[in-house]
């Protein structure tokens, strides 16, 4: 049984996790860190990594990014796995992940779901073929008004699987108001919808001369999130010092 301590347990997606842990065989949520108290979670809540005296075999994070400098430092110092699901990191935090990896397993992965992660291999695959005959790259991200970091970790990552396709030869446009000019065919635009209750939706569009190819993926539950959170978390139990990600998850699933 791998034992999981929930950094951010009182939040939407902590509380979405907790649970799901308690219908999913192998994992159990043993304590929460979270600011907040809430006795109604069925395990321990401390307000600090440091205050918390509960025996773990790995970490799960959704919080926010700026928890998150903290939270490294304390896993590689404890030699603890860390699942890191938080989105919006600064380059520097991005750095810090690396540097931690070298100290304990971290998992990093923008987005949890395991249709996500599939998408950014179909758009890879497809880059080479569509974007290497011209076609214009678009990614239009749509999200809940609650969320903060624009836009999505998600978004990034498409765009980051079509370059890498294309030997790093794009760069991103985020807004097209300040400058009157045509767009670059070297570019690929990234545009943010923030509004209502918006679970999740991304659109990876090749734009040619006549024909139009979209892969699309929506999320209508956070569960989705979650469920990938733990299917993460006991893959990393256990693991060697390294930096993981889903596509790890998934393939030794296969």
Same mark, same amino acid.
């Given at each position: 049984?791998?034992?999981? %301590?929930?950094?951010?347990?009182?939040?939407?997606?902590?509380?979405? %996790?907790?649970?799901?842990? =308690?219908?999913?065989?192998?994992? #159990?949520?043993?304590?929460?860190?979270?600011? &907040?108290?809430?006795? #109604?979670?069925?395990?321990?809540?401390?307000?600090?990594?440091?205050?918390?005296?509960?025996?773990?075999?790995?970490?799960?994070? !959704?919080?926010?990014? &700026?928890?998150?400098?903290?939270?490294?430092?304390?896993?590689?110092?404890?030699?603890?796995?860390?699942?890191?699901?938080?989105?919006?990191? #600064?380059?520097?935090?991005?750095?810090?992940?690396?540097?931690?990896?070298?100290?304990?397993?971290?998992? *990093?992965? /923008?987005?949890?779901?395991?249709? %996500?992660?599939?998408?950014?291999?179909?758009?890879?695959?497809?880059?080479?073929?569509?974007?290497?005959?011209?076609? +214009?790259?678009?990614?239009?991200?749509?999200?809940?008004?609650? =969320?903060?970091?624009?836009?999505?970790?998600?978004?990034?990552?498409?765009?980051?699987?079509?370059?890498? $396709?294309?030997?790093?030869?794009?760069?991103?446009?985020?807004? *097209?108001?300040?400058? *009157?000019?045509?767009? +670059?065919?070297?570019?690929?635009?990234?545009?943010?919808?923030?509004?209502? #209750?918006?679970?999740?939706?991304?659109?990876? %569009?090749? /734009?040619?001369?006549?024909?139009?190819?979209? !892969?699309?993926?929506? /999320?209508?539950?956070?569960?989705?999130?979650?469920?990938?959170?733990?299917?993460?978390?006991?893959?990393?139990?256990?693991?060697?010092?390294?930096?993981? +990600?889903? $596509?790890?998850?998934?393939?030794?699933?296969?």
């Amino acid at each position: 049984m791998v034992r999981m %301590i929930m950094h951010g347990c009182c939040g939407a997606m902590g509380r979405t %996790i907790t649970g799901l842990a =308690k219908d999913m065989d192998g994992i #159990s949520v043993v304590a929460g860190i979270d600011p &907040r108290q809430d006795e #109604s979670l069925g395990y321990p809540v401390f307000s600090s990594l440091e205050e918390c005296d509960v025996e773990a075999d790995v970490v799960v994070d !959704f919080t926010s990014a &700026r928890a998150v400098d903290h939270l490294l430092n304390y896993c590689a110092e404890k030699k603890m796995p860390l699942v890191l699901c938080t989105t919006g990191l #600064s380059p520097e935090q991005v750095k810090l992940v690396e540097e931690s990896s070298k100290k304990t397993a971290i998992l *990093r992965s /923008a987005n949890m779901s395991l249709g %996500i992660n599939t998408l950014l291999k179909l758009v890879k695959d497809a880059a080479r073929v569509l974007a290497g005959a011209g076609f +214009d790259v678009e990614i239009v991200e749509k999200h809940h008004n609650q =969320k903060l970091d624009a836009p999505s970790g998600t978004a990034l990552a498409l765009a980051d699987s079509v370059n890498e $396709a294309m030997n790093g030869q794009y760069h991103y446009k985020y807004d *097209r108001t300040t400058e *009157r000019a045509k767009r +670059d065919p070297m570019e690929i635009g990234i545009s943010t919808v923030r509004g209502g #209750s918006i679970v999740g939706e991304h659109d990876v %569009i090749f /734009a040619g001369r006549d024909e139009v190819v979209t !892969f699309s993926h929506t /999320a209508y539950s956070k569960a989705i999130f979650g469920k990938g959170a733990l299917e993460a978390a006991m893959f990393l139990a256990g693991k060697p010092a390294g930096l993981y +990600d889903m $596509a790890d998850v998934i393939e030794a699933a296969s």
